[in-house]
Structures are given as structure tokens and as C-alpha cells.
């Protein structure tokens, strides 16, 4: 089964405790997600929560961040901001080929 072409927008981090961006491609549509600074620290490695920190793990843990986006591929989606949780996305785990991340 071919996994489709997935982008990442950059990071919002206006809430100031969780890091909100969308994901988008062609035939699967744009989703908003967001993920609390607590699961960007422990599951990304974000030394502490400051604004340099978050952004650089983000950054970093893009691979990871599209394995649980992709875990919501099949579920109906009607616009609501899903939370994400990074626990079993590790980083041992492979993309499919044809599977990418950019920041728009």
C-alpha cells in the first residue's frame, strides 16, 4: 500500500505550552494537529521547554512527528485541532519510501 506524500507546516508555538502545525498532502487534505511541550520534551528530547528547544526538537523529531500523524490517516477528520501523542513512534522505526517531510 503506498503511504501518501505527507508535508509538515512549521511550528506554531503562540500558546506558549503546546506546539501547533498542519499537515497536508495531495488526495489526503490538510489536518491540524497539536502536541503539548511535555510529550515534545520526553519523546523528542527538547532539553527544557524554552522556545529554541521546542523548535529544534520539532525540527529534528519531523520523522517521528509524521509516524503518529500518519496513525490518524484512516479516521474522519471534520477540521477539530487533534492532540498527538508521540509514545510509539520511536525513532528506531522506518519511513515508507515516498514518504517526506518539509516545512512549507
Not at 52 to 66: H, P, Y
Not at 70 to 84: D, F, K, T, W
Not at 86 to 93: A, D, I, R, Y
Amino acid at each position: 500500500m503506498n503511504q501518501p506524500m505527507i508535508w509538515i507546516t512549521a511550528p506554531d508555538l503562540s500558546q506558549g505550552s503546546t506546539v501547533r502545525f498542519s499537515a497536508y498532502g495531495f488526495g489526503w487534505g490538510y489536518r491540524a494537529f497539536s502536541v503539548s511541550y511535555e510529550a515534545v520534551c520526553e519523546s523528542l528530547g527538547a532539553a527544557d521547554s524554552t522556545e529554541e528547544q521546542i523548535r529544534l526538537a520539532f525540527q529534528l523529531g519531523k520523522r517521528q512527528i509524521l509516524r503518529a500523524v500518519l496513525q490518524h490517516e484512516s479516521l474522519p477528520y471534520q477540521g477539530q485541532r487533534i492532540a498527538l501523542s508521540l509514545e510509539g513512534t520511536s525513532h528506531s522505526m522506518s519511513l515508507e519510501a515516498g514518504q517526506r517531510t518539509t516545512d512549507s
